[in-house]
């Protein structure tokens, strides 16, 4: 595989990763594709985000993993693109500074979500991939949209090492534990327990909350299976909304 189809394949999986694998959650968690097409259409495209923002955001592994692979995406489509990594007019540190730009703020967002640990562990790794390309770039070992694989010297293995664990996190890590996230029967958004009527008097259920409206919310019955409306609700700290695909 050439350095060209290496990078549309791990451009290929941060898609899938982003939209394909949030409509496998919805359908797993739910129970079928019949439920997530009746979730998907009473939800709507504004909280499709929702569901993405669940998985990622609050997954501390999955988020770092893909804010990582993501930040190296788009430093290798710059250089592709001749907008980056390397500028003849402008020093190796000062390269190096603006390099850091999105690892650091990378980091802040994933810290402030999911602790500081965490955050401070992706702008490194993001970082530390993103100072692989450069090193490419600014020796003159990729150019024209192509790499050339053989190491003459410390610099260019070292930046082999990155390189390949780039490939690795994007190619296997990521996918794996997207699939991980998406088929361990958590909800991706809170769980509450309201007030239901549905026609046979009301009833205490528990719901996977899509939206609030007034005093009450919609939401997806998990043990009836539907989108009802409830009222009176309190929060209910269990996430589990179904066996992961694993014990099921």
């Known amino acids: 595989m050439s350095e060209g189809e290496r990078s549309g394949a791990e451009r290929a999986m941060l898609t899938a990763a982003l939209c394909a694998v949030p409509v496998l959650k ?3 968690t739910l129970g079928g594709g019949e439920a997530a097409r009746e979730a998907l259409d ?12 669940g998985m990622f955001l609050f997954e501390p592994l999955l988020s770092t993993v893909l804010g990582v692979t993501a930040a190296r995406a788009f430093y290798l489509y710059l250089g592709e693109r001749g907008r980056g990594p390397a500028h003849p007019g402008r020093t190796a540190a000062a390269t190096a500074a603006s390099a850091a730009i999105v690892p650091a703020a990378l980091g802040l967002v994933i810290g402030a979500l999911n602790g500081w640990d965490w955050g401070l562990t992706a702008g490194i790794a993001g970082y530390l991939l993103r100072l692989g390309v450069l090193a490419d770039h600014r020796s003159g070992r990729y150019a024209g949209g192509h790499r050339r694989s053989r190491a003459a010297g410390p610099l260019h293995r070292t930046a082999d090492l990155v390189w390949g664990t780039g490939l690795l996190l994007t190619l296997l ?7 991980a996230a998406a088929l361990d029967g958590r909800s991706w958004a809170g769980t509450v327990r309201c007030d239901v009527d549905t026609g046979s008097g009301v009833s205490r259920a528990r719901l996977i909350e899509f939206e609030r409206q007034g005093d009450g919310v919609v ?3 998990v043990a009836d299976g539907g989108v009802v409306n409830g009222s009176r609700c309190a929060s209910d700290p ?6 992961p695909w694993w014990r099921a």
Request: glycine content about 6%; overall charge negative; proline content about 6%.
């Open 219 to 221: 939401g997806w019955d």
């Open 26 to 28: 919805l359908s797993w």
């Open 173 to 179: 890590v990521l996918p794996v534990l997207a699939l």
């Open 42 to 53: 009473t939800m709507g495209p504004k909280n499709w985000l929702d569901i993405m923002s």
């Open 238 to 243: 269990d996430e589990v909304v179904r066996e």
